[in-house]
DNA sequence: TTGACTTATTCCCATATGGGAATGTATAAA
DNA sequence: TTTATACATTCCCATATGGGAATAAGTCAA
């Protein structure tokens, strides 16, 4: 059985490098595909399915208008990832003492 | 092009749900490989395979006593991802306070 | 209406996965 | 020295990817 679906969640949404590349990108304000295609030097097809599959795990809001559609970072979504994470702050901030003191000790 | 291998970064690895379990799992204390394939109720074989991502990159670190392993999670290692969600952090919060004033002019 | 633009979708394909079974490999116990 | 443990590796296979080409679809300009 392959990984989960790269659709199913953030965490595996945000695992492609340019996929964060385009959340970066586009966190500031909004940008129309073609933009990001160019910022990003990759095929337009590509980058549509991309924001495809951060919109459908939430991490990206859109906008249409004429021919183009514009794309935004919804940050909101990334803070499951940003919590997630925080969960391990109390152990990285130990294990700093602990090697501080080892090095200590080592003296 | 399928997406970038597993054992390349941080990002990769913690894509993978039962990862995320390991690394919560022994986040306070080590366990051994049996304990963890217990603990996940999944084969050896595959915890093993998951350990292996996850030192490759890192995120484990691994003690080994008479014929078994100890692993624990390097919590150092997961601040890349903290540290990159943090990026949006000021977005998160515009975007609430852009929410709330909404909803004021709702009223 | 016809033609240019901007995106989204579909197809095709090489490659990475993850799980289970089988097997290899130390290490401890008998 | 045999045998049982505890893991790590390898093999096999069904499935998910991501990119490029081609195509569909909607919108604006002439």
């Known amino acids: 059985m392959p990984r989960a679906s790269t659709t199913s969640d953030p965490f595996n949404a945000v695992a492609e490098p340019r996929r964060r590349h385009i959340l970066e990108l586009i966190a500031a304000e909004e940008r129309s595909v073609g933009d990001i295609a160019d910022a990003l030097d990759l095929g337009q097809p590509s980058v549509s399915k991309h924001l495809q599959v951060l919109r459908d795990v ?36 130990s294990q700093l003492r602990r090697i501080k003191s080892h090095a200590e000790e080592e003296r």
């Open 58 to 93: 939430g991490l990206v809001t859109m906008r249409r208008d004429g021919r183009r559609t514009y794309y935004r970072t919804n940050a909101e979504t990334l803070r499951t990832i940003h919590d997630w994470s925080r969960m391990f702050a109390a152990h990285w901030r």
